[in-house]
Each structure stands twice: as structure tokens, then as C-alpha cells.
């Protein structure tokens, strides 16, 4: 059981837009910035979205966050069958002094 | 550029003990706090512990606390993960992964992950 609750599962076509949610508690998400994490098949998860809203360096302008109280929302737009991945979100629980993440969302791009 | 190389995984019998490392280079590595974060089979990203960048504080996450100890060497930009009285629950793929920002949970560079299989 996570501490992040995300879908499962999120599906739709090339070219259409798609959100993913994360919800959390007061002591994470509402006190703390969230990333997101793109993990394609295979291989390490990476660094998407930072401080709710920021991108790093070489991500596409396509992927956005952002954060609402307790919750926060990663954006696709234009998919693309490169997408398909499982995407995670994060924050630092102030309670519980650690890392969380959430459960983890698998994209499929129909 | 920043590159995480994990080692040291394998086999072990439960009850039994592994140490991983995980060699930095691209970046200043005494200058940032360092995670573990596994991955069992199949399963989401857990976070395991974090060291920070002078070793001064460690935490771990419940399911590991007691059982396996964070450390490093600035002197040779390596991080270590000890692991003790291994159980089948611990098999999954271990990550390092650097801190960018103490407190924010990002972690900005992920190594390949190292697979570590608990087993009789």
C-alpha cells in the first residue's frame, strides 16, 4: 500500500492528451514538492517533472505538473507509442522523514 | 555527465548478507545526499534509505530499518548499501539514485539498477 494513491492504469490514442493523478496527505504532497518519473520498459526511471511544475533539461514541453493541496496531476499531450511507460510521482513525507512514491501508473498509448 | 554505476547483487540464501556499491562520476559527490530505491519484481519503485552528502544523517524506510545500513566514501565517490538477514521479500532490482535537493524528494540521476534475489 503506497502512501501516493495513482491509477493503475491510464489509457489513450497517439496524438490525444492524457493526466495522471497523485493524491497524498497534508505531511507529503501538501507541504512538499512532487516529481514524476518515467520509467520505460526495462530500464531505470528518470527524472521528469520537478518542483510541481518544472521540467529538467532535454524533457519535452509535452510533459507538464502540477499541484493542488493534497494532490498534483502529470500531463501528457501528443502522445506518442514512446510514451507507453509507468509513471511515478514523489515527495518527501515531513512526518515520516523518508521518501514516498506513489504505486505507480502504467501509460498504454492505444 | 553524471553517471551512477551499481554493483555487488546477486544470489543470496535468506538470513544471508550482500553489500552494494555504487561508484559516481560527472558530479561532486560529497556535496549530495544519496538514496536507495528498489524495485521488486513486477512491482513500483520503494524507497529503501538516504545518506546525506557528509553522512551526518541517515534514514530508512520501516521495512529495512535494522537490517541494512547506508554508508559512503566521499573519498571514493562510492555508496554503499549493507544488507543483512536477508529475506525472500527483499529481491528486487536496487537503484542509487542522487539527492538534488535535500527535503524535496527529487532525485535528479538514477543509476541501472543492480538485482539482488533472495533465495534457497
Known amino acids: 500500500q503506497s502512501v501516493l494513491t495513482q491509477p493503475p492504469s491510464v489509457s489513450a490514442a497517439p496524438g490525444q492528451k492524457v493526466t495522471i493523478s497523485c493524491s497524498g496527505s497534508s505531511s507529503n504532497i501538501g507541504n512538499n514538492y512532487v516529481s514524476w518519473y518515467q520509467q520505460l520498459p526495462g530500464t531505470a526511471p528518470k527524472l521528469l517533472i520537478y518542483e510541481n511544475n518544472k521540467r529538467p533539461s532535454g524533457i519535452p514541453d509535452r510533459f507538464s505538473g502540477s499541484k493542488s493541496g493534497t494532490s498534483a496531476t502529470l500531463g501528457i499531450t501528443g502522445l506518442q507509442t514512446g510514451d507507453e511507460a509507468d509513471y511515478y510521482c514523489g515527495t518527501w513525507d515531513s512526518s515520516l522523514s523518508l521518501v514516498v512514491f506513489g504505486g505507480g501508473t502504467k501509460l498504454t498509448v492505444l | 555527465q553524471v553517471q551512477l554505476v551499481e554493483s555487488g547483487g546477486g544470489v543470496v540464501q535468506p538470513g544471508g548478507s550482500l553489500r552494494l556499491s555504487c561508484a559516481a562520476s560527472g558530479f561532486t559527490f560529497s556535496s549530495y545526499g544519496m538514496h536507495w530505491v528498489r524495485q521488486a519484481p513486477g512491482k513500483g519503485l520503494e524507497w529503501v534509505a538516504f545518506i546525506r552528502y557528509d553522512g551526518s544523517n541517515k534514514y530508512y524506510a520501516d521495512s529495512v530499518k535494522g537490517r541494512f545500513t547506508i554508508s559512503r566514501d566521499n573519498s571514493k565517490n562510492t555508496l554503499y548499501l549493507q544488507m543483512n538477514s536477508l529475506r525472500a521479500e527483499d529481491t528486487a532490482v536496487y537503484y542509487c539514485?542522487?539527492?538534488?535537493?535535500?527535503?524535496?524528494?527529487?532525485?535528479?540521476?538514477w543509476g541501472q539498477g543492480t538485482l539482488v534475489t533472495v533465495s534457497s
Open positions: 539514485a542522487k539527492d538534488a535537493r535535500l527535503g524535496t524528494g527529487r532525485l535528479d540521476y
